[in-house]
């Protein structure tokens, strides 16, 4: 009768960590999720080009109860304002990828904007390109 019994509470001794090892790994894989948060919001800033052109920027993140990124973006050109479609968000960490299309005097373009969350603000550096050229530079959108 003792044999079972000891089965048992050995059995147990082995099922208890395993389940507490899950809790683990579902708490880790959940922690990057909320420190992700913090980047929701709206923000506004500057662009500049190696090429000198600058403007404004505009950025609203919005992260939904699934999990999954949104970005609503606009930038300024020549003065005007051109809005954006949005092809891709990613958010890690600090961490911010977005890719946008726009068009701009009938040249449609993609912009991809890499950045990091730090005080406030995310900034970064684009790529732009077009069928027949390329741009790079650097951004900066503070939280409104």
Known sequence: MKTPTLLVCFALSLLVPASLNAAEARAAVAAPAKSAESLAGEYAGKWKGENEMSGNLRLK?????????????????????????????????????????????????????????????????????????????TWSAKRK
């Open 61 to 137: 993140l919005a992260q939904d109860k699934e999990g999954k990124w949104s970005a609503d973006a606009a930038f300024s050109y020549e003065g005007t304002e051109v809005p954006t479609t949005t092809k891709s968000v990613k958010v890690e960490g600090g961490a911010l990828e977005l890719v946008m299309a726009w068009e701009v005097q009938g040249v449609s373009s993609s912009t991809k904007l890499t950045g990091e969350f730090k005080d406030g603000s995310l900034q970064g550096k684009y790529e732009s390109g077009t069928s027949e050229s390329a741009a790079t530079g």
